[in-house]
């Protein structure tokens, strides 16, 4: 009898637990009408976001997602308000999904992307719509949209915005390349990647969480410390004559990718710039023996600092490699 009792108990956990999934189709598997009626709400969204159109916000919106409209749209609308983001966008990834249940938390998973999406559905149709647009070519925002079926037409009920990624890579792409960082031995260049990864975890603040996340904070950790132990700075360079020392290894975003940026403190006044010339070849050489670093990349960028009068930092000058 406990054995039957047990089993029922059993049972009825995984009925529950099966409700959390709705039936959901992706991407191009959805009806294309469908994915046609979202894409027009879409466009009409974000050029609503960009001139800051209230009329087409309470048009795309449901009433309740209207009775808060600022305070809903609070963390999406400033960066196009500011100008870093414009009316460009791409679908990221879609879901249509039907319920079983209402005011509940559905889940979604993403085999794509490696992460899974969580939210309390109003209505027994929902349809999520995220969206990638993209400040000056380098870091990818996602605008997350939920729409609902509600009275046979489809509305907003959910909107956010985060950082999905840089270079139209997201977080597990990103860890990804910085786990092939660190086979290849250059952990520096693997930390680097790591740490943007990390900033990237919550794209949809909440909704989305990666499977990884933890991954990334033990792989860090360990790689910081690594690095610590086998290049501690400020680090000397006795072995050329005029002492610069190494203080800091970091990158550099721009365009066309992330590239080291190694600085060094030299004792050369900044207006001499045929020794300041001479000594960077040697350290070049040096550092490039010395740290292991990725130095095939397409650039490689070192910047010589000088103290001041008060004794304090200043940039001399930045050299550029380019392959």
């Not at 209505?123 to 939920?146: A, F, G, H, P």
């Not at 990666?210 to 792989?219: L, R, V």
């Not at 050329?240 to 721009?254: A, G, R």
Request: with cysteine; proline share 3%; glycine share 2%.
């Amino acid at each position: 009898m406990k054995k039957a009792l047990f089993a029922l108990f059993l049972l009825a956990i995984a009925l529950q637990s099966c409700d959390t999934k709705p039936e959901t189709v992706s991407n191009n598997d959805i009806d294309p009408k469908l994915r046609e009626v979202i894409k027009a709400k879409n466009d009409s969204l974000f050029e609503a976001l960009s001139n800051s159109s209230t009329k087409v916000f309470s048009v795309l919106g449901s009433d309740r997602f209207n009775e808060n409209l600022t305070a809903n749209l609070s963390d999406v609308i400033w960066p196009f308000r500011k100008g870093m983001l414009e009316t460009d966008h791409e679908v990221y990834e879609e879901f249509y999904s039907k319920h079983t249940k209402v005011n509940h938390e559905a889940t979604i998973l993403s085999s794509q992307h490696n992460y899974k999406l969580q939210f309390v559905n109003q209505n027994y149709e929902t349809y999520v719509s995220l969206l990638k647009s993209t400040y000056r070519d380098v870091t990818d925002y996602l605008v997350t949209v939920i729409y609902e079926k509600i009275d046979n037409k489809w509305k907003i009920t959910h909107i956010t915005m985060g950082t999905l990624g840089s270079y139209d890579k997201d977080a597990n792409d990103l860890f990804n390349d910085a786990k092939k960082f660190h086979d290849n031995g250059y952990d520096i260049d693997a930390l680097h990647h790591a740490s943007m990864a990390k900033g990237s975890l919550e794209p949809a603040k909440n909704l989305i969480k990666y499977n990884f996340a933890k991954d990334i904070d033990d792989f860090g950790e360990k790689l910081s410390n690594e690095i610590n132990r086998t290049y501690p700075l400020p680090d000397t360079l006795f072995q050329i004559q005029s002492k610069p020392v190494v203080l800091d290894l970091k990158v550099v975003q721009n365009a066309e990718g992330v590239f080291p940026l190694i600085s060094y403190e030299s004792q050369i006044p900044p207006n001499d710039e045929t020794s300041l010339n001479n000594e960077f070849e040697v350290v070049k050489k040096e550092i490039q023996k010395k740290y292991k670093i990725d130095y095939s990349q397409k650039f490689v960028y070192y910047r010589a600092y000088n103290k001041n009068a008060q004794g304090l930092l200043s940039e001399s000058k930045t050299f550029t490699e380019t392959k």
